[in-house]
């Protein structure tokens, strides 16, 4: 059964950082694609940025420049350190997996979800 397990959100001033972790279980992050998802209050669910089994990445582009994410395949875990945050980052982050040797940003090609963690961002 996969388990992804998102931690390390809270809340931040506005041009701090934020190192974002999803344990996964059942599932090796070296066999699929990984991604960050995140849903402000009264918004859609938004792709942030995914990493491929590869390594290859894609960021939104609001996100683009300021947010990393990476993966430690040893540990089978995902992170997404956040920089330069904004109050527009401010939403529930979520850590979706799929398999496959492909991804693509958006909310049907992931099929494994995180229960999701909080990022505030005040100004």
């Known amino acids: 059964q996969v388990q992804l397990v998102e931690s390390g959100g809270g809340s931040v001033q506005a041009g701090g950082s934020l190192r974002l972790s999803c344990a996964a279980s059942g599932f090796t992050s070296s066999s699929g694609c990984m991604a960050w998802f995140r849903q402000a209050p009264g918004k859609e669910r938004e792709g942030v940025a995914f990493?491929?089994?590869?390594?290859?990445?894609i960021y939104a582009d609001s996100v683009r420049g300021r947010f990393t994410i990476s993966k430690d395949n040893a540990k089978n875990t995902l992170y997404l350190q956040m920089n330069s945050l904004k109050p527009e980052d401010t939403a529930m982050y979520y850590c979706?997996?799929?398999?496959?040797?492909?991804?693509?940003?958006?909310?049907?090609?992931?099929?494994?979800w995180g229960q999701g963690t909080q990022v505030t961002v005040s100004s």
């Open positions: 990493i491929s089994s590869g390594g290859f990445t």
């Open positions: 979706a997996a799929r398999l496959g040797d492909w991804c693509a940003l958006r909310l049907t090609a992931f099929n494994y």
